[in-house]
């Protein structure tokens, strides 16, 4: 069969063996010896937790304050490994193959498509500096330059006192014209 998985290490030296990642080996192992639909569902669902593991550095380095990724695993019908409200991958039809999809109003559009877990941990770093890039544009609102205000035209202040003084002058010349009336 197979050399003990300490083969490697010096004597002496424990090898670090992770439990999790030995039985999501073997979990994958056994789906690709049987064709039952139920462990070909937990393969799915073991590689696409090999790749979240694989991402956990690229998560580690966005700062906390932006809250754009929710990452994490639904299991569904189809098992989806989610980045964001709006991209995740999902396991390819042969399901060993990784696509990174992602939904716009004009449909869902493919970002990367691979066997290699290196090849989309590289597509999806690539979308986060995007998404990164996106937010901080719609954060910053651009400064317009201030324009001062044009003062109002000045007009002439002679034009409504001749008229106030003509029309009071009419005002005084109609009061006077009744008075002498009705002295009469």
Same mark, same amino acid.
Not at 42 to 59: G, H, K, S, T, Y
């Given at each position: 069969?197979?050399?003990?998985?300490?083969?490697?290490?010096?004597?002496?030296?424990?090898?670090?063996?992770?439990?999790?990642?030995?039985?999501? +080996?073997?979990?994958?192992?056994?789906?690709?010896? @049987?064709? *039952?639909? %139920? !462990?070909?569902?937990?393969?799915? #669902? $073991? /590689?696409?937790?090999?790749?979240?593991?694989?991402?956990?550095?690229?998560?580690?380095?966005?700062?906390?304050?932006?809250?754009?990724?929710?990452?994490?695993?639904?299991?569904?019908?189809?098992?989806?490994?989610?980045?964001?409200?709006?991209?995740?991958?999902?396991?390819?039809?042969?399901?060993?193959?990784?696509?990174?999809?992602?939904?716009?109003?004009?449909? +869902?559009?493919?970002?990367?498509?691979?066997?290699? @877990?290196? *090849?989309? %941990? !590289?597509?999806?770093?690539?979308? #986060? $500096? /995007?998404?990164?890039?996106?937010?901080?544009?719609?954060?910053?609102?651009?400064?317009?330059?201030?324009?001062?205000?044009?003062?109002?035209?000045?007009?002439?202040?002679?034009?409504?006192?001749?008229?106030?003084?003509?029309?009071?002058?009419?005002?005084?010349?109609?009061?006077?014209?009744?008075?002498?009336?009705?002295?009469?």
């Amino acid at each position: 069969m197979s050399e003990p998985e300490t083969s490697g290490t010096p004597p002496g030296q424990p090898r670090p063996v992770r439990l999790r990642d030995a039985l999501l +080996r073997a979990r994958i192992e056994a789906a690709d010896r @049987t064709g *039952v639909v %139920v !462990d070909l569902r937990d393969a799915e #669902v $073991a /590689r696409l937790e090999i790749l979240n593991d694989a991402l956990d550095p690229l998560f580690a380095q966005v700062p906390d304050k932006i809250d754009l990724f929710d990452r994490g695993i639904s299991q569904g019908d189809t098992p989806r490994l989610w980045i964001d409200v709006v991209a995740h991958i999902v396991m390819g039809r042969d399901k060993r193959m990784y696509r990174f999809v992602q939904d716009t109003r004009f449909g +869902r559009i493919v970002l990367a498509e691979s066997h290699d @877990t290196a *090849v989309i %941990v !590289d597509a999806v770093t690539d979308y #986060v $500096a /995007r998404r990164m890039i996106e937010r901080e544009r719609a954060m910053v609102v651009p400064s317009e330059p201030k324009t001062e205000a044009a003062p109002p035209p000045r007009r002439s202040r002679l034009w409504p006192f001749v008229f106030g003084f003509v029309l009071g002058a009419a005002a005084l010349f109609g009061v006077a014209v009744l008075a002498a009336l009705r002295s009469w």
